[in-house]
Protein backbone atom coordinates (compact mmCIF):
# COMPACT_ATOMS: atom_id res chain seq x y z
CA UNK A 1 0.00 0.00 0.00
CA UNK A 2 0.82 3.77 0.44
CA UNK A 3 1.72 4.04 -3.47
CA UNK A 4 2.11 7.31 -5.30
CA UNK A 5 1.79 8.21 -8.98
CA UNK A 6 2.98 11.44 -10.87
CA UNK A 7 1.38 11.97 -14.19
CA UNK A 8 3.36 12.47 -16.31
CA UNK A 9 6.30 11.30 -16.09
CA UNK A 10 8.16 13.31 -18.56
CA UNK A 11 7.49 16.28 -20.32
CA UNK A 12 8.72 18.58 -22.54
CA UNK A 13 7.99 21.94 -23.64
CA UNK A 14 8.12 25.34 -25.76
CA UNK A 15 9.31 27.99 -23.74
CA UNK A 16 5.65 30.36 -22.46
CA UNK A 17 3.78 27.37 -22.45
CA UNK A 18 2.09 25.78 -19.53
CA UNK A 19 2.32 22.40 -17.65
CA UNK A 20 0.35 20.80 -15.18
CA UNK A 21 1.71 18.03 -13.15
CA UNK A 22 -0.76 15.32 -11.47
CA UNK A 23 0.24 13.70 -8.08
CA UNK A 24 -2.09 11.07 -6.91
CA UNK A 25 -2.67 8.96 -3.56
CA UNK A 26 -3.67 5.85 -5.16
CA UNK A 27 -4.36 3.83 -2.40
CA UNK A 28 -4.87 6.45 0.90
CA UNK A 29 -6.20 9.58 1.21
CA UNK A 30 -3.87 12.78 1.96
CA UNK A 31 -4.85 15.60 3.53
CA UNK A 32 -1.69 17.09 3.05
CA UNK A 33 0.72 16.62 -0.05
CA UNK A 34 4.39 17.96 -0.63
CA UNK A 35 5.88 19.43 -3.86
CA UNK A 36 10.04 19.63 -4.38
CA UNK A 37 11.99 20.45 -7.21
CA UNK A 38 15.41 18.55 -7.26
CA UNK A 39 18.40 19.85 -9.82
CA UNK A 40 20.62 17.35 -11.11
CA UNK A 41 22.95 16.09 -8.60
CA UNK A 42 21.47 18.12 -6.15
CA UNK A 43 19.11 17.67 -2.93
CA UNK A 44 15.28 18.11 -3.14
CA UNK A 45 14.09 21.37 -2.23
CA UNK A 46 10.49 21.69 -1.20
CA UNK A 47 8.35 24.48 -3.04
CA UNK A 48 4.91 23.80 -1.39
CA UNK A 49 2.66 22.53 1.11
CA UNK A 50 -0.80 21.60 -0.56
CA UNK A 51 -3.71 21.43 2.11
CA UNK A 52 -6.93 19.97 0.54
CA UNK A 53 -9.55 22.28 0.42
CA UNK A 54 -7.60 25.60 1.14
CA UNK A 55 -4.46 27.31 -0.17
CA UNK A 56 -1.41 26.19 -0.68
CA UNK A 57 1.70 26.90 1.93
CA UNK A 58 4.74 28.35 -0.62
CA UNK A 59 8.21 28.36 0.68
CA UNK A 60 10.41 31.64 0.51
CA UNK A 61 11.24 32.25 -2.82
CA UNK A 62 8.77 29.87 -4.28
CA UNK A 63 6.23 32.29 -6.84
CA UNK A 64 3.37 31.37 -5.65
CA UNK A 65 1.59 32.66 -9.19
CA UNK A 66 4.46 30.89 -11.15
CA UNK A 67 3.94 27.16 -9.84
CA UNK A 68 -0.16 26.98 -9.41
CA UNK A 69 -1.06 25.09 -6.56
CA UNK A 70 -4.08 23.28 -6.27
CA UNK A 71 -5.49 19.84 -3.95
CA UNK A 72 -9.06 19.37 -4.82
CA UNK A 73 -9.72 15.82 -3.65
CA UNK A 74 -8.19 13.55 -0.62
CA UNK A 75 -6.12 11.65 -3.71
CA UNK A 76 -5.17 14.68 -5.80
CA UNK A 77 -3.10 17.68 -6.03
CA UNK A 78 -1.85 19.47 -9.00
CA UNK A 79 0.96 21.37 -9.82
CA UNK A 80 1.10 23.60 -12.76
CA UNK A 81 4.16 25.75 -13.93
CA UNK A 82 2.93 28.60 -16.11
CA UNK A 83 4.79 30.66 -18.80
CA UNK A 84 7.27 27.71 -18.64
CA UNK A 85 11.13 28.96 -19.25
CA UNK A 86 14.13 26.90 -19.62
CA UNK A 87 15.49 27.43 -16.15
CA UNK A 88 12.31 25.74 -15.18
CA UNK A 89 13.54 22.47 -16.24
CA UNK A 90 14.44 20.14 -13.35
CA UNK A 91 13.28 16.84 -11.39
CA UNK A 92 9.40 17.46 -9.57
CA UNK A 93 8.42 15.17 -6.89
CA UNK A 94 5.16 15.37 -5.18
CA UNK A 95 4.75 13.00 -1.47
CA UNK A 96 1.80 12.65 -0.07
CA UNK A 97 1.13 12.55 3.86
CA UNK A 98 -1.78 9.91 4.77
CA UNK A 99 -4.47 10.92 6.72
CA UNK A 100 -3.99 10.63 10.57
CA UNK A 101 0.00 9.84 10.47
CA UNK A 102 1.28 10.35 13.74
CA UNK A 103 4.33 11.27 12.83
CA UNK A 104 5.37 13.22 9.05
CA UNK A 105 5.47 9.82 7.31
CA UNK A 106 5.60 11.18 3.52
CA UNK A 107 5.20 8.69 0.69
CA UNK A 108 7.06 9.98 -2.24
CA UNK A 109 5.47 9.55 -6.30
CA UNK A 110 8.22 9.01 -8.95
CA UNK A 111 8.63 12.30 -10.56
CA UNK A 112 8.28 13.96 -13.30
CA UNK A 113 11.21 15.07 -15.70
CA UNK A 114 10.52 18.71 -16.90
CA UNK A 115 12.47 20.08 -19.99
CA UNK A 116 11.56 23.37 -21.19
CA UNK A 117 13.16 24.51 -24.57
CA UNK B 1 16.46 25.58 3.30
CA UNK B 2 18.93 22.92 3.48
CA UNK B 3 19.36 21.98 6.94
CA UNK B 4 21.24 18.92 6.48
CA UNK B 5 24.91 18.22 5.70
CA UNK B 6 26.26 15.20 4.22
CA UNK B 7 29.39 13.41 4.11
CA UNK B 8 30.88 11.98 1.72
CA UNK B 9 29.32 13.22 -0.83
CA UNK B 10 30.40 10.79 -3.12
CA UNK B 11 31.28 6.87 -2.00
CA UNK B 12 32.25 4.08 -3.99
CA UNK B 13 33.04 0.73 -2.23
CA UNK B 14 33.39 -3.10 -2.96
CA UNK B 15 30.30 -5.40 -2.90
CA UNK B 16 30.46 -6.92 0.56
CA UNK B 17 31.88 -3.95 1.87
CA UNK B 18 29.95 -1.62 4.52
CA UNK B 19 28.89 1.82 3.58
CA UNK B 20 28.99 4.46 6.27
CA UNK B 21 27.18 8.02 5.29
CA UNK B 22 26.93 10.63 7.94
CA UNK B 23 24.50 13.74 8.34
CA UNK B 24 24.87 16.40 10.02
CA UNK B 25 21.51 19.18 11.09
CA UNK B 26 21.34 22.32 12.75
CA UNK B 27 18.45 22.79 14.30
CA UNK B 28 16.20 20.80 17.05
CA UNK B 29 13.91 17.94 15.09
CA UNK B 30 10.93 15.56 16.04
CA UNK B 31 12.79 12.72 13.87
CA UNK B 32 15.43 12.06 11.22
CA UNK B 33 14.99 9.99 7.99
CA UNK B 34 16.85 8.36 5.76
CA UNK B 35 15.81 7.64 1.83
CA UNK B 36 17.34 6.49 -1.01
CA UNK B 37 16.86 7.89 -4.11
CA UNK B 38 17.72 5.92 -7.55
CA UNK B 39 18.52 7.62 -10.60
CA UNK B 40 16.06 9.41 -12.15
CA UNK B 41 13.58 8.25 -9.57
CA UNK B 42 11.68 9.07 -6.44
CA UNK B 43 12.36 8.66 -3.09
CA UNK B 44 11.78 5.17 -0.66
CA UNK B 45 11.74 5.84 2.72
CA UNK B 46 14.23 3.88 4.77
CA UNK B 47 14.20 4.37 8.32
CA UNK B 48 13.14 6.60 10.60
CA UNK B 49 14.90 7.69 14.10
CA UNK B 50 13.09 9.46 16.72
CA UNK B 51 14.72 12.50 18.81
CA UNK B 52 14.71 10.11 21.95
CA UNK B 53 16.14 6.81 20.19
CA UNK B 54 19.95 6.51 19.64
CA UNK B 55 20.06 3.46 17.49
CA UNK B 56 17.94 1.78 15.19
CA UNK B 57 17.85 -1.73 12.70
CA UNK B 58 16.33 -2.48 10.35
CA UNK B 59 18.14 -5.66 7.82
CA UNK B 60 21.44 -4.10 6.73
CA UNK B 61 20.83 -1.05 7.69
CA UNK B 62 21.89 0.78 11.17
CA UNK B 63 21.06 4.16 11.74
CA UNK B 64 22.49 5.94 14.74
CA UNK B 65 21.20 9.19 16.18
CA UNK B 66 23.35 11.68 18.40
CA UNK B 67 21.40 14.79 19.33
CA UNK B 68 24.00 16.57 21.47
CA UNK B 69 26.16 16.58 18.15
CA UNK B 70 23.28 17.17 15.79
CA UNK B 71 24.70 14.51 14.13
CA UNK B 72 23.05 11.17 12.85
CA UNK B 73 24.87 8.30 10.44
CA UNK B 74 23.73 5.40 8.28
CA UNK B 75 25.44 2.25 7.91
CA UNK B 76 24.53 -0.09 5.16
CA UNK B 77 26.39 -3.79 5.78
CA UNK B 78 27.48 -6.54 3.18
CA UNK B 79 26.77 -3.96 0.62
CA UNK B 80 25.44 -5.61 -2.61
CA UNK B 81 25.44 -3.61 -6.08
CA UNK B 82 21.61 -2.88 -5.74
CA UNK B 83 22.32 -0.63 -3.39
CA UNK B 84 24.19 1.63 -5.70
CA UNK B 85 22.09 4.63 -5.10
CA UNK B 86 21.76 8.55 -3.48
CA UNK B 87 20.79 8.43 -0.04
CA UNK B 88 19.49 11.54 1.62
CA UNK B 89 19.26 12.19 5.70
CA UNK B 90 15.69 14.32 5.87
CA UNK B 91 15.04 16.40 9.00
CA UNK B 92 11.06 16.45 10.29
CA UNK B 93 10.68 19.93 12.76
CA UNK B 94 6.98 19.90 11.10
CA UNK B 95 8.00 19.61 7.39
CA UNK B 96 11.09 17.59 6.26
CA UNK B 97 14.01 19.20 5.20
CA UNK B 98 16.89 17.29 3.11
CA UNK B 99 20.32 16.90 3.69
CA UNK B 100 23.12 17.31 0.55
CA UNK B 101 22.74 13.47 -0.01
CA UNK B 102 25.50 10.62 -0.65
CA UNK B 103 26.19 9.06 -4.04
CA UNK B 104 26.60 5.11 -3.04
CA UNK B 105 28.39 3.30 -6.11
CA UNK B 106 28.53 -0.15 -5.37
CA UNK B 107 31.09 -2.25 -7.68
CA UNK B 108 30.20 -6.12 -7.88
Known amino acids: GAVVSQHPSWVICKSGTSVKIECRSLDFQATTMFWYRQFPKQSLMLMAT?????????EQGVEKDKFLINHASLTLSTLTVTSAHPEDSSFYICSAMRTGSSYNEQFFGPGTRLTVL | SQQGEEDPQALSIQEGENATMNCSYKTSINNLQWYRQNSGRGLVHLILIRSNEREKHSGRLRVTLDTSKKSSSLLITASRAADTASYFC????????FGAGTILRVKS
Open chain 2, 90 to 97: ATDDDKLV
Open chain 1, 50 to 58: SNEGSKATY
